[in-house]
């Protein structure tokens, strides 16, 4: 994958603008994590899943797609990912690993009824984005000599996606009668959303590439990506002892 520029042996510095696009951007993200949980599903959708049984296909696609476009953990995470992917076929290849990790656990949790604690799996997303922010400055090459195989990370990433969403499911004690189609149609929304969101972050990052100020604040981006990853995690891990 592509790493940031090395200038003068190090990592490329920043500059008072750049820390200042970073600052905006942190504001932006620890605002929205202090009026929305991760993996959360509205009070309304939560009543309407505790309520239905049967079959509801278009109602669970419609559900999958929202949770995607509105989960910030997701998009945040999505976007560490693809910030130095030009190549579509890259893109591609990052993006199915991503979407065959969380898909596998979140069918899977919620068919077998394995949950894991939301705060402790929350916890564990926020540091995924804090990872893939590392791994995007060339942290771990510096610190441990190797670059770690971003393919599995993703995958394994993935995975624990999947279980946080899969936890939140368990909790609202879906009707067993029409399970299986029901999920399997939540999961396809899920990808929709997934596509969704993907779309307008690479529309975002295509402009932004064209721009000289791009490698400038590439730095900056990442820190603030990783500065959000520890918040989120932060804020999981209070609610987890706030809660017991």
Known sequence: ?????????????????????????????????????AHAVAE???GYIQEISGLHLLSFIYLGAKHMVTGYDHILFLLGVIFFLYRMQHIAIYVSLFAIGHSTTMLLGVYFNVGINSYIIDAIIGLSVVYKALDNISAFQRWLGF??????????????????????????????????????????GVEIGQLLALGAILIVMSYWRLKPSFWRHAYSANVAMMTAGFV???YQIAGFFVSA
Do not use: W
């Open 44 to 46: 309304g959708d939560k």
């Open 147 to 188: 670059q770690p195989n971003t393919k599995v990370a993703t995958l394994l990433f993935g995975f624990f996606h999947g279980f946080g969403l899969s936890t939140k499911i368990i909790e609202y004690e879906i009707s067993p009668d029409g399970l299986v189609p029901n999920l399997l149609a939540f999961n396809v």
């Open 1 to 37: 994958m592509t790493a940031l520029p090395q200038r003068g042996g190090g990592i490329a510095a920043c500059d008072p603008r750049s820390l200042a696009l970073a600052a905006a951007v942190l504001l932006s993200l620890v605002v929205a994590s202090g009026s929305a949980y």
């Open 232 to 234: 989120l995690t932060g």
